[in-house]
Nanobody, 125 residues
């Protein structure tokens, strides 16, 4: 089993920045591909970003390209999501997810076996 705990959410004004963290435990972190997803009220969950086990390959949704950066520190068992130039439409609960069965993270939620509890991000206009 893998336990994931997100942190770093909060309330920020449009144009501001936040950095989300997701700490993993229960399995070798370097064996996990990781992803970030979000879900806004009344909307379906959507992929935000993903990163391969080694950190060298990343994926971003078009809506966040150029504004968000996913990274990982395998020594600290943590994946990060740096969010800059935030917009009100980025408001959502953000979840990190992990899969031990794929080397590359991707945008398909069904490919991830483990999920965190989520952290709220609210961007005011």
């Amino acid at each position: 089993q893998v336990q994931l705990v997100e942190s770093g959410g909060g309330l920020v004004q449009a144009g501001g920045s936040l950095r989300l963290s997701c700490a993993a435990s229960g399995r070798s972190f370097s064996s996990l591909a990781m992803g970030w997803f979000r879900q806004a009220p009344g909307k379906e969950r959507e992929s935000v970003a993903a990163i391969s086990r080694g950190g060298g390959i990343t994926y971003y949704a078009d809506s966040v390209k150029g504004r968000f950066t996913i990274s990982r520190d395998n020594a600290k068992n943590t994946v990060y999501l740096q969010m800059n130039s935030l917009k009100p439409e980025d408001t959502a609960v953000y979840y990190c997810a992990a899969t031990p069965t794929r080397y590359y993270g991707d945008s398909y939620g069904d490919h991830y076996e483990f999920w965190g509890q989520g952290t709220q991000v609210t961007v005011s206009s």
